[in-house]
């Protein structure tokens, strides 16, 4: 795990166990899926019939004489009611009442309400929405998404930005039937054809102990996250758009005229579960057509996730999910949002960069990245130090060299020692702090530059940050080199140039090594995340009130941000699903992730192989998916491979699911033995995914099902070409496939087995049907 993943997760545990011993005692906030149709006639409505049960419980809390305990704005029973995605409430409960609870037939499950985080990099970074996802054909044939509602969870919006204008929109679709919520600062006005709605969600984060200080009780976006994220799933075009001058021109969302539903549900801690439920519950009944998530927690069984339990319920009704990947890369089996309903997206990067040298005293000349906007340095070489030589504490006697891993290799506040750094460049390790946070300190320490360096694993995913002082990031190598050259002579001495912003930067895209990577704990044969889009550099709109750096101190605003994280790269999936469901109305969400898998690519510019900037070797399908999505080819796919509930449903059978476990998703009955004739590889997503094992023969071969529909206008007869795995045998039958007419599908069948020699590992081949117009590609992965 990356240190600041660490960080993160230290921070989130202690948070949480203080909380609930502090503000509640034993009791905590739960999140109850409730069978509904065993609701007793006698009971009106549900909401009468939950009221009835938890006040039939022991010490019930609203009946008790710590009423007071209650937390304020808290009126009901509940922290929550849910009805449309989930059923069941969410409320405070001790252990007793849950173990009561437990015991009641209707209750398919309870789980604890925790906190999840939104998934920037944290920390001011890159760059522009470019033209490299902007697809024109789809463009005008979904017309920009007019006619769809993107639903965003996040930390609200702030819906005076230029992003959010409504000029030349046709009327909210009649479909619509959700509200925008008066609250503090953000009146009803504020919502228009661009932002059709606008909630918030605050009763579980209160509950479960999030810190409320300054908090604004409405949609308006104090974090800059959401604001962010909604400009990039669908901000109307913007000239003149940049940060301090930096990525300059127009920035515009992919969807530009979608609709955007902005559902709050994140605050100054994070967000709640029981909120994020609510959020999507509530989205689900108002209309949208795409829910875009980018928040994340840890990887958990679909059971007992009531936010994957939620996306089904979405799924369901015909709403695409999408939600991002995490950034706790390059760990291996990282990712989170894992469900198999869900679209997972992880980041890679665009073209466009923001080049800084380091110029070192002995001649050497590091490549770099940043966003400083003051003027520049002297071109005469200043003295360089490093932060972990550098600590204010007293220095041990034999500590000559590098102190990495100390706080003040880090540049934690109050770890350098003025009178070392004082008219110095200080280099200063990535992690354990915001990146800008350090230029803060070194400034604050008398220094007049600063260096920050990625640490291993970290790689060559260098964040450009709009420092204080002048300052740039550098890869994990030219770390190692600065600091080789620091112990090397007694006068080290630096001096950093920028550049300004770079376009048709190569190689690009490039996988970030922040990315959360699989194989997924949910499943061996549904890979997460499904495919990468942009999440560096990614240039949107920013709240008033905050600057670049989201640094109090830092006096300067801007209207637009460059910010970096998974959380950057699911908005763009979510305005391309916007885009395909404009164009393709019937389409469900299964065919939308299937367009965008099938037509993934995984070369880049130059036709190599797609790289992972952790150690630039090649990125495999457990870190890219089925590859980097293109919108263009993603509208016309010729083939797609479709998924309904019940093709879940046959795969959840056939991975084992228990019959309680299942209902406890599908809020319904299901008998397995029916559907368990499938085989979980036979799920009908578009990777092909198997385990064999030559040592055993009954495991040498497996045949594997998929059926494709297709999308296309007339009639047209497909042919397969395969690329076989290494070692691997593959035959496909039939070998080619005519179709008559749109909507026709088909099934084909795969043998996959083992020839001698096989090597162990996952191999990697793929199989793509074409008609001389499309190429419909799926990987074929063999776990050997
Ligand atoms: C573009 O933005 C810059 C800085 O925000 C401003 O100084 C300039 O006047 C703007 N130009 C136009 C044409 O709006
Ligand atoms: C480093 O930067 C210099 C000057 O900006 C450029 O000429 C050179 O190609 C860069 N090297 C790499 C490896 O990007
Ligand atoms: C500068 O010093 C570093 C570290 O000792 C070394 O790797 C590099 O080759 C040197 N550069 C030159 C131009 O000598
Ligand atoms: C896929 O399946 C769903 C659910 O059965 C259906 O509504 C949809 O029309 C099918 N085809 C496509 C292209 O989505
Ligand atoms: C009935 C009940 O649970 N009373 C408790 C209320 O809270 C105080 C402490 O805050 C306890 O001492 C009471 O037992």
């Known amino acids: 795990m990356s240190l600041l993943g660490s960080l993160v997760l230290i921070v989130f545990l202690s948070f949480s166990v203080v909380s609930i011993e502090a503000n509640f005692e034993r009791a905590h906030a739960f999140i109850v899926r409730v069978q509904n149709d065993l609701k007793p006639p006698e009971f009106s409505g549900v909401e009468h019939w939950y009221s009835s049960t938890l ?21 009901s029973d509940f922290i929550h009611v849910y009805r449309t995605v989930f059923h069941g409430f969410s409320a405070k409960l001790t252990a007793q009442q849950v173990d009561e609870l437990k015991k009641r037939p209707e209750i398919l499950g309870v789980f604890p309400d925790q906190l999840r985080q939104l998934l920037t990099t944290r920390s001011p970074q890159f760059l522009g929405l ?3 996802v902007m697809p024109n054909g789809l463009i005008s044939e979904s017309d920009s998404g007019s006619k769809v509602i993107i639903g965003v969870l996040d930390t609200g919006i702030w819906p005076e930005r230029r992003s959010f204008h409504d000029a030349g929109l046709a009327d909210v679709p009649s479909k619509w039937k959700g509200e925008c919520t008066e609250g503090e600062k953000f009146s009803k006005k504020l919502c228009n054809k661009k932002l059709v709605g606008a909630r918030y969600f605050i009763d579980g984060y209160e509950t479960i102990g999030g810190s409320t200080t300054g908090v604004i009780r409405s949609a308006r976006d104090t974090d800059g996250h959401g604001t962010h994220t909604a400009s990039t799933a669908a901000g109307r075009t913007v000239s003149n758009a940049s940060l301090l001058g930096f990525a300059s021109g127009t920035a515009g969302g992919i969807a530009s005229k979608a609709r955007i539903a902005v559902y709050k549900v994140c605050w100054h801690d994070g967000c709640a579960d029981s909120d994020i439920l609510a959020g999507i519950d509530k989205a689900v009944e108002d209309g949208v057509d795409v829910i875009s ?23 369901e009704h015909g709403v695409f999910v999408s939600a991002a990947a995490g950034n706790s890369g390059p760990s291996e089996s990282s990712v989170t949002n894992i469900a198999p309903w869900i679209t997972t997206v992880g980041a890679s990067s665009i073209d466009r960069r923001f080049p800084a040298d380091l110029l070192l005293g002995n001649g050497s000349i590091i490549n770099g990245s940043s966003l400083y ?9 200043l003295p360089l130090i490093y932060g972990g030589e550098a600590a204010a504490e007293p220095r041990r006697p034999d500590a000559k060299l590098v102190r990495s891993g100390s706080p003040a290799a880090f540049c934690i506040p109050g770890s350098l020692s003025p009178k070392l750094v004082r008219g110095k460049i200080v280099l200063c390790d990535r992690g354990m702090s915001a990146r800008a946070a350090k230029s803060l300190v070194v400034k604050e320490a008398g220094g007049v530059g600063v260096i920050v360096a990625n640490v291993e694993p970290e790689g060559g995913n260098i964040i450009a940050d709009a420092h204080l002082i002048p300052g740039l990031a550098i890869t994990q190598w030219g770390g190692d080199l600065v600091r080789d050259y620091i112990s090397s002579t007694k006068t080290p001495e630096a001096t950093i140039v920028f550049r300004g912003t770079q376009v048709g930067v190569k190689p690009a895209p490039v996988v970030a090594s922040f990315s959360s990577r699989g194989p997924s704990y949910g499943s061996p044969y549904i890979f997460k995340p499904d495919m990468v889009a942009p999440g560096v550099n990614i240039l949107a709109a920013w709240p008033d009130g905050l600057s670049p750096t989201e640094l109090s101190v830092d006096p300067r605003r801007t209207k637009f941000n460059i910010l970096s994280g998974t959380s950057m790269s699911c908005p763009h999936v979510s305005g391309l699903a916007a885009l395909l469901k404009g164009a393709h109305p019937d389409w469900s969400p299964g065919a939308i992730r299937s367009a965008l898998m099938t037509t993934a690519y995984t070369h880049d510019q130059d036709g190599k192989p797609l790289l992972d900037d952790t150690d630039y070797k090649e990125a495999t399908v457990f870190v890219m998916g089925a590859g980097h999505v293109d919108p263009e080819k993603a509208t016309d796919p010729g083939l797609i491979y479709n998924m309904t509930v019940e093709d879940y449903v046959s795969f959840m059978c056939a991975s084992g699911f228990s019959s309680d476990s299942i209902k406890v998703i599908t809020r319904r009955r299901v008998i397995c033995s029916e559907s368990q004739k499938l085989h979980p590889w036979d799920i009908n997503y578009p990777i092909i995914s198997v385990s064999l094992d030559p040592s055993t023969k009954s495991k040498t071969r497996l045949t594997v099902t998929r059926t494709v529909t297709h999308v296309g206008n007339s009639g047209s007869k497909y042919s397969v070409t395969v690329r076989r795995p290494k070692g691997i045998a593959v035959s496909v039958d039939p070998k080619s496939i005519e179709f008559k007419k749109k909507g026709e599908k088909q099934s084909y069948k795969v043998e996959i087995s083992v020839e001698e020699g096989g090597e162990d590992g996952a191999v990697i081949g793929s199989l793509s049907w074409t008609d001389g117009k499309h190429r419909v590609t799926s990987l074929i992965v063999v776990n050997i």
């Open 55 to 75: 006040r039939s419980l022991s010490s019930n809390p609203l009946a008790s004489e710590n009423l007071t305990t209650i937390p304020k704005g808290l009126k």
């Open 130 to 132: 470019g033209k490299t």
């Open 293 to 315: 998530s980018s928040i994340g927690g840890p990887p958990i069984p679909d059971y007992e996730d009531p936010i994957a339990i939620g996306a089904f319920g979405a799924m």
């Open 373 to 381: 906007n003051g003027g520049p340095l002297p071109t005469k070489k």
